[in-house]
């Protein structure tokens, strides 16, 4: 074999590779994720009817908060509903510099269960979740976000899963997205089932997920304890303790009945710097376990950095063959790099049913947790020109991010993009 006639097989491999990675993983997804609601779900009821625990041990139900005035007085108003007959409210003011902790004063004065600390400086999310924790009487935690609402029963939904099993060190609930006033907001409601949900449940049937979410999930204190707390230098505190707790052999599970409703970016900038956050937090996660996880005990966490790593593959040959298609235009290229257009031909009609397909099967699968979510279908046929697009370049700018950051440097809070609605306009929880 000559090597020009090598070079053109290596060609072939990426371009095949390219096609198939997304193809494969998009069945491999779906198929898990039927598999998971044919044994897990189907028979279960609606999340209104919450199980019947044999026992109610004590839960503190967390909420960090930094600048979150506008959306903190429904945040607690929702905790405050639980059916769950055995928790209280943990609210860190996290150095406001809005009217955060006076509200929660405020609030803490008319409502016993709940308890305020305050931090005079932005210390990071990590920091109060650690102090929450510290503080908390009791072994179980629930935690969600300043800006989100818990469901009424979803309390009762994560804890069934620590009272029925010792191992069960976290429990990661189902955001739903409130935002859905532009058609960024209405594609990630779509976004929510078929690629977060849907990834989660195919995640749980061959053994181990990512991350949890960190808008919402509950946890076994002594897991914690044992691992440490979360790390306070992790952009990402949800994928960080995830892996820490899954490595040290604790268990994690997905309640989709657990539902919380949530507020996300509405525009391209704070999309951007969302996804750019958890790309970087995702590589930083990676590279901190990396020496660890060739451990053979550690096997089980395989299949999920296999499909990370193999998503950043993907992620960076994109883009090597971006920067040839276009150079191509500017000069001529030896033989072997010479590529197909990159104007989708019949590859990117096959992706693109495929994609369409699969949010079918995930907005039929969620529609049993949230009535009318079929009216979103139409939008979707947007996602993989916008959000392919940015996840792609944000894998691709996250990972020198990670590389270069200073080592130790404290992660703290930077208000996010809330949407560009009032709070609650778009749709009703």
Same mark, same amino acid.
């Given at each position: 074999?000559?090597?020009?006639?090598?070079?053109?097989?290596?060609?072939?491999?990426?371009?095949?590779?390219?096609?198939?990675?997304?193809?494969?993983?998009?069945?491999? *997804?779906?198929?898990?994720?039927? /598999?998971?609601?044919?044994?897990?779900?189907?028979?279960?009821?609606?999340?209104?009817?919450?199980?019947?625990?044999?026992?109610?041990?004590?839960?503190?139900? !967390?909420?960090?908060?930094? &600048? %979150?005035?506008?959306?903190?007085?429904?945040?607690?108003?929702?905790?405050?509903?639980?059916? /769950?007959?055995?928790?209280?409210?943990?609210?860190?003011?996290?150095?406001?510099?809005?009217?955060?902790?006076?509200?929660?004063?405020?609030?803490? %004065?008319?409502?016993?269960?709940?308890? !305020?600390?305050?931090?005079?400086?932005?210390? #990071?999310?990590?920091?109060?979740?650690?102090?929450?924790?510290?503080?908390?009487?009791? %072994?179980?935690?629930?935690?969600?976000?300043?800006?989100?609402?818990?469901? +009424?029963?979803?309390?009762?939904?994560?804890?069934?899963?620590?009272? &029925?099993?010792?191992?069960?060190?976290?429990?990661?609930?189902?955001?739903?997205?409130?935002?859905?006033?532009?058609?960024?907001?209405?594609?990630?409601?779509?976004?929510?089932?078929?690629?977060?949900?849907?990834?989660?449940?195919?995640?749980?049937? /061959?053994?181990?997920?990512?991350?949890?979410?960190?808008?919402?999930?509950?946890?076994?204190?002594?897991?914690?304890?044992?691992?440490?707390?979360?790390?306070?230098?992790?952009?990402?505190?949800?994928?960080?303790?995830?892996?820490?707790?899954?490595?040290?052999?604790?268990?994690?599970?997905?309640?989709?009945?657990?539902?919380?409703?949530?507020?996300?970016?509405?525009?391209?900038?704070?999309?951007?710097?969302?996804?750019?956050?958890?790309?970087?937090? @995702?590589?930083? !996660?990676? =590279?901190?376990?990396?020496? #660890?996880?060739?451990?053979?005990?550690?096997?089980?966490?395989? +299949?999920?950095? =296999?499909?990370?790593?193999?998503?950043?593959?993907?992620?960076?040959?994109?883009?090597? !063959?971006?920067?040839?298609?276009?150079?191509?235009?500017?000069?001529?290229?030896?033989? /072997?790099?010479?590529? +197909?257009?990159?104007?989708?031909?019949?590859?990117?009609?096959?992706?693109?049913?495929?994609?369409?397909?699969?949010?079918?099967?995930?907005?039929?699968?969620?529609?049993?947790?949230?009535? @009318?979510?079929?009216?979103?279908?139409? *939008?979707?046929?947007?996602?993989?020109?916008?959000?392919?697009?940015?996840?792609?370049?944000?894998?691709?700018?996250?990972?020198?991010?990670? =590389?270069?950051?200073?080592?130790?440097?404290?992660?703290?809070?930077?208000?996010?993009?809330?949407?560009?609605?009032?709070? #609650?306009?778009?749709?009703?929880?």
């Amino acid at each position: 074999m000559t090597m020009l006639t090598y070079l053109e097989h290596v060609r072939g491999a990426l371009l095949a590779f390219l096609f198939f990675y997304p193809l494969f993983m998009a069945y491999l *997804w779906m198929i898990g994720a039927i /598999y998971y609601y044919w044994r897990r779900e189907r028979n279960r009821g609606g999340y209104q009817n919450e199980p019947k625990l044999r026992e109610y041990p004590g839960v503190s139900l !967390v909420v960090p908060c930094h &600048n %979150e005035g506008d959306n903190v007085r429904e945040t607690i108003a929702a905790l405050l509903t639980q059916t /769950y007959p055995n928790f209280d409210i943990i609210a860190v003011n996290d150095g406001s510099k809005d009217d955060t902790g006076a509200i929660l004063d405020e609030l803490a %004065e008319e409502h016993p269960r709940l308890r !305020v600390l305050h931090f005079t400086q932005n210390q #990071g999310k990590a920091m109060g979740l650690r102090m929450a924790a510290l503080s908390s009487p009791h %072994e179980f935690l629930i935690c969600i976000d300043g800006d989100a609402l818990l469901d +009424p029963h979803a309390t009762t939904w994560i804890m069934s899963h620590f009272v &029925n099993g010792a191992r069960v060190g976290a429990v990661t609930g189902n955001p739903r997205i409130r935002t859905r006033s532009t058609l960024l907001g209405k594609v990630q409601v779509g976004e929510f089932s078929a690629i977060i949900g849907m990834i989660k449940r195919a995640q749980r049937i /061959y053994g181990r997920i990512f991350t949890v979410s960190g808008v919402v999930s509950g946890f076994r204190k002594a897991a914690l304890h044992k691992v440490g707390f979360w790390s306070l230098d992790k952009v990402t505190e949800d994928i960080d303790i995830s892996w820490k707790l899954q490595l040290n052999y604790w268990d994690i599970r997905f309640e989709p009945n657990a539902l919380c409703w949530i507020l996300m970016p509405e525009t391209l900038r704070g999309l951007w710097k969302q996804r750019l956050r958890w790309a970087q937090g @995702g590589y930083e !996660v990676l =590279l901190a376990n990396l020496v #660890g996880l060739f451990d053979w005990k550690k096997r089980r966490m395989w +299949p999920v950095v =296999l499909e990370f790593a193999t998503s950043v593959i993907w992620s960076y040959s994109m883009l090597a !063959v971006a920067v040839l298609w276009t150079l191509s235009f500017f000069m001529p290229l030896p033989e /072997y790099l010479e590529l +197909p257009s990159m104007v989708p031909h019949w590859p990117g009609v096959v992706l693109g049913l495929t994609c369409l397909l699969q949010f079918a099967v995930s907005l039929r699968i969620d529609s049993r947790y949230e009535k @009318g979510l079929g009216r979103c279908y139409y *939008w979707m046929i947007w996602y993989p020109l916008a959000f392919w697009l940015i996840n792609l370049l944000t894998s691709i700018v996250g990972l020198p991010k990670a =590389l270069f950051k200073p080592r130790g440097r404290r992660a703290t809070w930077v208000s996010p993009d809330r949407g560009v609605a009032p709070s #609650g306009e778009g749709v009703a929880p």
